[in-house]
């Protein structure tokens, strides 16, 4: 038997009393559960800390990728001995779609119940003002003008459908950057990322070959020449299939060093945390997670 610590975070895309109820019931299986619901974002690693005593235990993070990112964030130097998890009660839930969870959180809980250990590597972005650690995706452009228009309460208010609203709102006002990535210069980028999952922006299957356990980040940078070819493109790469496209860059690397004219700002597993160019992407840490073969 082990202690189970369930984290929830009010402010994420689903915090359902009764269904935390039904996640706990099910991880109870595994030994007691304690629930834990951080207020802020800077008190997750006390909170957890404090819950888990001198046990080591089990982690699962139950929220999006932001919740998971906060968990992660908390404890960030003290993964050793620790175990984590995830039950996708989020808006985007883009590291859960990589991980093979079910879009259920109750399933979800029992996949993870029924779930083996691996690593999962851990990223961190650092700016002039920002060092964080993330471990789904950085993406920065035209994703990020999609936050700021469903910033508020419409993430909450209507849930994945708020991504699609955002970006109707983002293409109205398309910017271009002059792009660096470790010295080499692109031109008309309207979007790029760094993944360590597969998909962002609520399951838009960016780096369609990536795999969080085999130790490097995936970029994607993606030039469109005006609003037209910029919303073929989005639909292209919903599709996954952008690999294809000619002036489309797919690389692997464990690190990656991002300059841009303008500048330009990345969130960090879905959120804005104030990230702007130049930035630095690599790998760091690694964590042990408990999940589904996938």
């Not at 139950?62 to 989020?90: K, Q, S």
């Not at 991504?163 to 002059?178: I, M, P, R, S």
């Not at 130790?215 to 073929?232: Q, R, S, W, Y």
Request: proline fraction near 4%.
């Amino acid at each position: 038997m082990m202690r189970i610590i369930l984290v929830s975070n009010s402010s994420s895309g689903s915090s359902d009393d009764e269904v935390l109820q039904e996640v706990e019931q099910r991880l109870s299986s595994l030994g007691p559960v304690d629930r834990v619901q951080p207020q802020a974002a800077d008190s997750f690693g006390d909170d957890i800390r404090q819950a888990l005593g001198d046990e080591e235990g089990l982690i699962v993070s139950a929220g999006g990728d932001g919740t998971m990112n906060c968990t992660v964030n908390g404890l960030a130097g003290d993964f050793e001995g620790r175990t984590f998890a995830l039950v996708p009660m989020g808006t985007g839930n883009d590291l859960a779609r990589t991980l093979g969870l079910d879009s259920d959180p109750v399933a979800a809980a029992q996949q993870v119940v029924d779930g083996t250990d691996t690593f999962l590597d851990v990223g961190r972005a650092s700016g002039a003002s920002v060092d964080q650690l993330f471990v789904n995706a950085c993406m920065g452009g035209f994703p990020v003008k999609v936050n700021r228009a469903i910033e508020g309460d419409v993430k909450a208010r209507l849930g994945p459908l708020a991504f699609w609203v955002g970006g109707t709102k983002a293409a109205a006002d398309l910017t271009c950057w002059t792009m660096h990535v470790d010295g080499e210069e692109y031109s008309d980028v309207v979007a790029a990322g760094v993944g360590n999952g597969k998909t962002a922006g609520g399951g838009i299957t960016v780096w369609p070959d990536a795999d969080p356990t085999d130790g490097e980040l995936d970029l994607c940078v993606l030039p469109a020449e005006g609003v037209a070819d910029a919303l073929k493109l989005a639909a292209t790469v919903k599709r996954g299939a952008h690999q294809s496209i000619d002036n489309v860059t797919i690389r692997r690397a464990r690190r990656f060093e991002i300059e841009a004219e303008p500048a330009i700002e990345f969130n960090c597993d879905g959120e804005l945390i104030d990230l702007v160019s130049p930035v630095t992407f690599e790998l760091v840490d690694r964590l042990r997670m408990r999940v589904p073969d996938f």
